[in-house]
């Protein structure tokens, strides 16, 4: 049964930086894409970047292009997501995903990816 678990997250002022890190447990890790979302209160989850499964392709939502990198390292199962330039906006519950199918690349499309961890808080504070 394969896992993801996030962690990294915690309360941070504006303008400062976090970096999450998505450990995968299973074997599968580097065949797929994999993607972070995330969901403030009484939003919709929206996607906030994406990697492909060796790294070449990458996906960043607007509001977020410039401020964040997603990388991964598939030695040790795990993809990570740098926050910097951190806004009260970026206040969420952040998610790691991992794309529904090897080898296929998915950017932001919550639909494609069916393998979700529990999340991390994320808090910024103006």
């Known amino acids: 049964q394969v896992q993801l678990v996030e962690s990294g997250g915690g309360l941070v002022q504006a303008g400062g930086s976090l970096r999450l890190s998505c450990a995968a447990s299973?074997?599968?890790?580097?065949?797929?894409?994999m993607a972070w979302f995330r969901q403030a209160p009484g939003k919709e989850r929206e996607a906030v970047a994406a990697?492909?499964?060796?790294?070449?392709?990458?996906y960043y939502s607007d509001s977020v292009k410039g401020r964040f990198t997603i990388s991964r390292d598939n030695a040790k199962n795990t993809v990570y997501l740098q926050l910097n330039s951190l806004k009260p906006e970026d206040t969420a519950v952040y998610y790691c995903a991992r794309g529904e199918l090897p080898y296929g690349w998915f950017r932001g499309s919550l639909s494609s990816y069916n393998l979700w961890g529990q999340g991390t808080q994320v808090t910024v504070s103006s």
């Open positions: 990697i492909s499964w060796n790294a070449e392709y990458i």
């Open positions: 299973g074997s599968t890790f580097n065949s797929y894409a």
